[in-house]
């Protein structure tokens, strides 16, 4: 028995004698698995065959026997694929995302942690600024020590501060956190004025210590001085002698010598003296100031027997 697939029209031979007769037989085209479901046709009654009169004269030659029917070659039918189980592919894709969220999570937590915060942290934290000429950065709250030297830290650099403290302040520089003595270090607005105070490098070098750096900072806040309108000039470090001085005028075994220093109006020329002292914890203080020579530099300073300060000034080729 032929039958055609009605999907792919592929003619199927089907050997019917093999299934049980008027049984619906299940099976799969076997070029594109189309579900097929093909009756089995029950056998039809051969009508009886009644054999002509004999002749007499001749009798009829006996019917040769029907040749039977050639067996067709059953066609292999493919057995259909199990359904796949419902549900799989599903379990397999949440679980998928799942590792996925979990990834995420763990990746931003880090991200956020490590990389974010930081970055935000420094972004947001205030600047200050070193005025020493070598501010020593340490791993602890501890001075006088080589164990907790990171590094030092040159005049004018600008540090991410994260705690400015009265005695200490933990900051990062170039990458490097630590801790810096909080009297080595000023804000922007501070910095700025003293660094205009000085007319060149030298004559910083000549104001080479913070006590005196602070000394004038703290006489130009407070007469409302800029480093646009007064200067110091100095000769080089070693020359003497020269417009800054440190004599001991005050008191001859105080802890701290005095100083004196020379500034210049930038627009009149003209110059004024002035003389600080230091507390023990460094705090400067006005002792006096008067108006010095158009020309000439410091001598020497001393207190007479009047109790006043009496200065000599080279002259004109000194």
Not at 39 to 56: F, M
Not at 83 to 99: D, E, Q, T
Not at 254 to 280: M, P, W, Y
Request: a neutral charge; one cysteine or more; glycine letters at 6%.
């Amino acid at each position: 028995m032929n039958i055609k697939c009605p999907n792919c029209k592929l003619n199927i031979e089907i050997e019917e004698e093999q299934y049980e007769p008027g049984s619906i037989l299940k099976m799969s085209c076997p070029r594109c698995d189309e579900a097929l479901s093909i009756p089995i046709p029950r056998p039809q009654k051969k009508a009886e065959v009644i054999p002509p009169p004999p002749v007499e004269e001749e009798p009829p030659a006996p019917a040769p026997a029907p040749a039977a029917p050639a067996q067709p070659t059953p066609t292999p039918v493919a057995p259909a694929p199990a359904p796949a189980k419902k549900g799989g592919n599903g379990k397999l894709i949440a679980l998928v995302g799942l590792l996925f969220v979990v990834a995420a999570a763990v990746f931003g937590g880090f991200y956020y942690h490590n990389v974010y915060l930081p970055a935000k942290i420094d972004r947001e934290a205030p600047r200050y600024y070193t005025f020493a000429d070598a501010t020593v950065l340490r791993s602890s709250e501890m001075a006088g020590a080589n164990f907790n030297k990171i590094g030092s830290i040159p005049y004018g650099s600008e540090l991410i501060t994260y705690d400015y403290g009265t005695d200490w302040s933990r900051v990062k520089y170039e990458g490097n956190k630590g801790y810096v003595a909080s009297n080595f270090l000023l804000d922007k607005e501070d910095f700025f004025l003293l660094n205009g105070i000085f007319g060149d490098q030298e004559s910083r070098q000549c104001v080479a210590t913070a006590k005196c750096r602070r000394a004038l900072l703290s006489y130009y806040k407070q007469k409302g001085l800029t480093g646009e309108q007064w200067q110091v000039f100095c000769r080089p470090a070693n020359v003497k002698p020269n417009n800054v001085c440190f004599p001991r005028l005050r008191d001859k075994y105080s802890k701290f010598t005095d100083f004196a220093v020379v500034i210049k109006n930038l627009a009149s020329e003209h110059r004024r003296l002035l003389i600080f002292g230091f507390q023990d914890d460094e705090t400067p203080f006005l002792i006096g100031e008067t108006d010095a020579p158009d020309q000439g530099y410091i001598k020497s300073m001393s207190v007479g027997k009047d109790k006043q300060v009496h200065i000599s000034w080279t002259t004109e080729g000194e």
